[in-house]
């Protein structure tokens, strides 16, 4: 079955980066976009960035554009989000999804961001 493994997240000061890692299994993960997600508590959950199956295109929510970079590595089934200049608002959990022919999503990571 298909599963998605989120790591990476944790504490980090205004200004400071950290990579979430997502774990796909399931599926031919070079076939299919990936996606990265974040909520808040509270609040519904927000598409912050997308690749496409092969790495070659990327796409970005306004907030994090120039901040975060999201990248894949085909031969290690895994999607990357780099974080960079995190800022207090980037606090959320984080999750990355799928879609084959459902939805699929992992079970998120937190990230917070605090002084």
């Known amino acids: 079955q298909v599963q998605l493994v989120e790591s990476g997240g944790g504490l980090v000061q205004p200004g400071g980066s950290l990579r979430l890692s997502c774990a796909a299994s399931?599926?031919?993960?070079?076939?299919?976009?990936m996606n990265w997600y974040r909520q808040v508590s509270g609040k519904e959950r927000e598409f912050v960035a997308r690749?496409?199956?092969?790495?070659?295109?990327?796409n970005y929510a306004d907030f994090v554009k120039g901040r975060f970079t999201i990248s894949r590595d085909n031969a290690k089934n895994t999607v990357y989000l780099q974080m960079n200049s995190l800022k207090l608002e980037d606090t959320a959990v984080y999750y990355c999804?799928?879609?084959?022919?459902?939805?699929?999503w992992g079970q998120g990571t937190q990230v917070t961001v605090s002084s």
């Open positions: 399931g599926f031919t993960f070079s076939r299919y976009a």
């Open positions: 999804k799928t879609r084959t022919v459902v939805d699929y």
């Open positions: 690749i496409t199956s092969s790495g070659g295109g990327t």
